[in-house]
């Protein structure tokens, strides 16, 4: 079985951590173009520095339909009073100034849009309001990566009150086959790398993302010892050699976990920028608050590697005088589609939201089983050996289920790197567990069984990158 040390997983975080990050690049100068909005607003539009999308200049339509600016009142022309008519749509070159703008042919800002001057224009337009906050700045890129660091829970599985074996001089003293112990927290990574292939009509981005998820393993012990010597017997079966008449048992489960899934995602973006009048009269371009629903839809494969030993022992005699094993291992192969989402608020430097994902998925599973006992007496014609071996192999397939409920909260330390952290929960049904193979009777033939599950619960801390 595969197992990272904590060194390893932190180098592995930290190189997730710097690898990709990048700043945003500043936008190039798009043409003036038009695009209506909503409401008793016009707008024109120009592309800046940190917007995916061209700023939003709004002049203030009055109750009288006739368009107001601080120009006017500053005495300069406006589309109203001016002597000129506005050049015909598309009768100027991205970047070229109208005949009539009053400039010298020598002036440094001939080949400019005149968005650009900070003065009010011929045209009696005012330079872009003051950018406060946007929605253009999250998620601007081409890739993005994820990586956190978990730590994680799994709970006991179902069966844990079947025992294996009691204590003949103590009545109702038994030992619990999974270990009356419960697993602890063990350490993990999730990483995440994905791509923009686009964005819709719909204002929703399009990309394609990976997404691998490992924990360590986890592992349980657990021990009786009888009080009379000699008095530890098998529930099921009470002639199995090596196994009754022990001082001793001993269980070690250990389990671990993979998980790599490529999903197809669509999201939605904010609405576009508000125009804010501050109490002085100023206009601020903001951010659209809002709820971002995403959808994703793709494929998954899961791994649940167990290991399970069950072990006897006298104290009197060595292994080679008196001893059981018992060793169970089992490979959980799930293979299927899910389907999933999230839900994000979106503020202006933080999110929290909800994210789901579940699907059915195939269980190919093995379960590999050997077992000896053996036992050493002392008769009248000398010491004779009682013992038993058993090496099976069985193989079989299952439906089984997957499913994770988070909820994340998130802080953007600049528009395309942000701090995360959030509780996550899984569930994984459908599973040959190690310890649920353990049976001393006969079978015809080896067989898996696939009735258990295993919950997952913890907290995870990260950062996403989009460059």
Same mark, same amino acid.
């Given at each position: 079985?595969?197992?990272?040390?904590?060194?390893?997983?932190?180098?592995?975080?930290?190189?997730?951590?710097?690898?990709?990050?990048?700043?945003?690049?500043?936008?190039?100068?798009?043409?003036? @173009?038009?695009?209506?909005?909503?409401?008793?607003?016009?707008?024109?539009?120009?592309?800046?520095?940190?917007?995916?999308?061209?700023?939003?200049?709004?002049?203030?339509?009055?109750?009288?339909?006739?368009?107001?600016?601080?120009?006017?009142?500053?005495?300069?022309?406006?589309?109203?009073?001016?002597?000129?008519?506005?050049?015909?749509?598309?009768?100027?070159?991205?970047?070229?100034?109208?005949?009539?703008?009053?400039?010298?042919?020598?002036?440094?800002?001939?080949?400019?849009?005149?968005?650009?001057?900070?003065?009010?224009?011929?045209?009696?337009?005012?330079?872009?309001?003051?950018?406060?906050?946007?929605?253009?700045?999250?998620?601007?890129?081409?890739?993005?990566?994820?990586?956190?660091?978990?730590?994680?829970?799994?709970?006991?599985?179902?069966?844990?009150?079947?025992?294996?074996?009691?204590?003949?001089?103590?009545?109702?003293?038994?030992?619990?086959?999974?270990?009356?112990?419960?697993?602890?927290?063990?350490?993990?990574?999730?990483?995440?790398?994905?791509?923009?292939?686009?964005?819709?009509?719909?204002?929703?981005?399009?990309?394609?993302?990976?997404?691998?998820?490992?924990?360590?393993?986890?592992?349980?012990?657990?021990?009786?010892?009888?009080?009379?010597?000699?008095?530890?017997?098998?529930?099921?079966?009470? +002639?199995?050699?090596?196994?009754?008449?022990?001082?001793?048992?001993?269980?070690?489960? @250990?389990?671990?976990?993979? &998980?790599?899934?490529?999903?197809?995602?669509?999201?939605?973006?904010?609405?576009?920028?508000?125009?804010?009048?501050?109490?002085?009269?100023?206009?601020?371009?903001?951010?659209?608050?809002?709820?971002?629903?995403?959808?994703?839809?793709?494929?998954?494969?899961?791994?649940?590697?167990?290991?399970?030993?069950?072990? &006897?022992?006298?104290?009197?005699?060595?292994?080679?005088?008196?001893?059981?094993?018992?060793?169970?291992?089992?490979? +959980?192969?799930?293979?299927?589609?899910?389907?999933?989402?999230?839900?994000?608020?979106?503020?202006?430097?933080?999110?929290?939201?909800?994210?789901?994902?579940?699907?059915?998925?195939?269980?190919?599973?093995?379960?590999?089983?050997?077992?000896?006992?053996?036992?050493?007496?002392?008769?009248?014609?000398?010491?004779?050996?009682?013992?038993?071996?058993?090496?099976?192999?069985?193989?079989?397939?299952?439906?089984?289920?997957?499913?994770?409920?988070?909820?994340?909260?998130?802080?953007?330390?600049?528009?395309?790197?942000?701090? @995360?952290?959030?509780?996550?929960?899984?569930?994984?049904?459908?599973?040959?567990?190690?310890?649920?193979?353990?049976?001393?009777?006969?079978?015809?033939?080896?067989?898996?069984?696939?009735?258990?599950?295993?919950?997952?619960?913890?907290?995870?801390?990260?950062?996403?990158?989009?460059?």
């Amino acid at each position: 079985m595969v197992k990272f040390t904590i060194r390893q997983l932190t180098a592995v975080l930290a190189a997730a951590l710097f690898v990709g990050y990048a700043p945003i690049a500043a936008a190039q100068n798009y043409p003036l @173009r038009e695009k209506p909005r909503s409401g008793s607003r016009v707008s024109r539009e120009l592309n800046i520095p940190w917007a995916a999308e061209p700023e939003s200049v709004a002049l203030i339509q009055g109750a009288d339909d006739t368009l107001h600016s601080p120009a006017a009142e500053l005495g300069a022309p406006t589309l109203e009073n001016s002597d000129d008519e506005m050049p015909a749509a598309g009768s100027l070159m991205p970047g070229e100034l109208p005949a009539s703008s009053g400039l010298p042919p020598e002036s440094p800002l001939d080949g400019e849009s005149i968005l650009n001057q900070p003065a009010v224009n011929d045209w009696g337009m005012e330079p872009p309001a003051p950018i406060w906050s946007s929605g253009d700045w999250f998620r601007r890129g081409v890739w993005y990566t994820a990586a956190d660091f978990t730590v994680m829970h799994r709970n006991r599985p179902n069966r844990k009150r079947m025992t294996l074996g009691i204590d003949a001089s103590t009545p109702g003293r038994g030992l619990i086959n999974y270990g009356t112990n419960p697993f602890g927290v063990e350490p993990g990574v999730r990483a995440t790398v994905g791509r923009f292939l686009g964005r819709d009509m719909r204002n929703r981005d399009h990309s394609l993302e990976f997404t691998f998820l490992y924990s360590n393993e986890f592992n349980v012990e657990n021990s009786i010892r009888s009080r009379l010597s000699g008095s530890l017997f098998l529930e099921q079966d009470t +002639n199995q050699p090596g196994f009754n008449f022990a001082d001793t048992y001993t269980t070690d489960y @250990r389990s671990n976990y993979f &998980s790599y899934d490529l999903n197809y995602r669509i999201r939605r973006r904010l609405e576009a920028d508000r125009l804010v009048m501050s109490p002085d009269g100023n206009w601020t371009r903001q951010y659209t608050r809002g709820l971002l629903p995403s959808l994703l839809l793709g494929i998954r494969y899961v791994t649940v590697d167990e290991y399970f030993q069950f072990s &006897s022992r006298r104290d009197d005699n060595n292994r080679e005088g008196f001893g059981g094993d018992y060793l169970v291992n089992t490979d +959980n192969d799930l293979a299927g589609i899910q389907i999933g989402g999230e839900l994000i608020d979106q503020h202006e430097t933080w999110y929290w939201g909800v994210r789901v994902k579940a699907g059915p998925f195939v269980n190919f599973s093995e379960q590999h089983t050997e077992m000896q006992g053996n036992v050493t007496f002392n008769g009248p014609n000398g010491p004779f050996t009682q013992s038993e071996e058993r090496d099976e192999t069985a193989t079989a397939s299952a439906a089984a289920f997957v499913g994770e409920v988070g909820f994340v909260w998130a802080y953007h330390v600049r528009p395309n790197w942000t701090l @995360r952290a959030s509780y996550d929960m899984m569930w994984v049904a459908g599973l040959a567990l190690a310890p649920d193979q353990v049976s001393f009777n006969d079978f015809p033939t080896p067989q898996v069984l696939h009735a258990g599950s295993i919950w997952y619960q913890g907290l995870s801390l990260g950062t996403e990158i989009v460059w």
